[in-house]
């Protein structure tokens, strides 16, 4: 027996972007302020792709950065800001002005929602909504009977992304996405995420050859057959943290929260972190290699 040629799915940052279309409803992987595809981000900016929608979990400076560059209509989430770095400037901004439509949902009927798209189902049933006033606002949850005990319940829409973006520790180039086996939520949801959707684009910290990958079958839970495209982006999560890898950049997210307070700060830090860079390569220089060495996580145990 046959079987078909595995194909080499590295390509170069700016070309897995292309397959990022205006109005597209997108899914970014991470969770919070950790291990966010923010290099993939910054160049959707660059390409000026506009009229997304984000469906998240908890969502953070990847959302904000979004629409703070205009790059998103909506937003369909539980949370948008920083944990320990305060609120989102441009995300409180824009909906506080009705500049951005923002659909809510909690934060576990967000995971939900993936979990639907996975199983290829058009909506996941809830249990614990009746009396809350989400389902008085959100339209798009709809209450129904359960065929079996006749409870009141209620059927949340699955997220359905066109395109699921995540950021990873490293990859083989057939596209087999390496996972660490002690994980946070950020990377079990990044798991999941790539389950919902056909066209998964990951960025990866490193390249690694598929001899590898044979010794440690295990620590692939993202398939190739599930990966469209792999790029190489070191430091690809900044300033978020990568786990196992380096910590989040407080320094800049300071300047950052700093660059939010008007519009014209705001357009400096994106024309000198994004239009003005090159590539990824040209912002980690002004990021700067010293000051990138400094969040390395080092193993000191022998």
Not at 156 to 179: R, T
């Amino acid at each position: 027996m046959s079987f078909p040629k595995r194909s080499k799915k590295i390509i170069n940052l700016e070309d897995a972007v292309k397959n990022i279309n205006k109005g597209d409803t997108i899914a970014i992987g991470g969770f919070a302020i950790y291990q966010r595809p923010m290099a993939f981000v910054r160049e959707i900016i660059k390409q000026k792709i506009k009229n997304l929608t984000v469906i998240g979990v908890t969502n953070s400076i990847e959302s904000d950065i979004l629409i703070g560059a205009n790059s998103l209509k909506s937003i369909e989430t539980s949370y948008v800001g920083f944990e320990k770095y305060g609120l989102a400037p441009n995300f409180r901004n824009y909906a506080e002005k009705g500049k951005i439509k923002v659909i809510d949902y909690p934060e576990l009927i967000c995971i939900d929602r993936f979990r639907a798209s996975q199983e290829n189902l058009d909506f996941w049933p809830a249990a614990g909504l009746g009396g809350t006033d989400i389902v008085k606002l959100n339209k798009n949850i709809k209450k129904f009977l359960c065929p079996i005990t006749k409870k009141i319940l209620h059927a949340v829409p699955a997220a359905k992304p066109n395109v699921a973006i995540i950021h990873a520790l490293a990859a083989d180039e057939f596209g087999n996405i390496i996972s660490p086996s002690y994980k946070n939520m950020a990377q079990s949801l990044d798991i999941l995420i790539s389950r919902s959707c056909e066209n998964t684009l990951v960025t990866v910290e490193k390249i690694v050859s598929n001899n590898f990958i044979k010794k440690h079958p295990n620590l692939i839970e993202i398939p190739n057959h599930r990966v469209k495209s792999i790029s190489l982006a070191p430091f690809g999560a900044h300033p978020t943290s990568m786990l196992g890898k380096y910590s989040d950049d407080e320094e800049h997210w300071n300047e950052y929260i700093r660059a939010s307070d008007n519009n014209e700060s705001f357009k400096k830090y994106i024309n000198k972190y994004i239009h003005s860079s090159k590539n990824n390569d040209d912002y980690l220089n002004k990021i700067g290699g010293a000051h990138l060495s400094s969040l390395l996580q080092v193993d000191t145990q022998k």
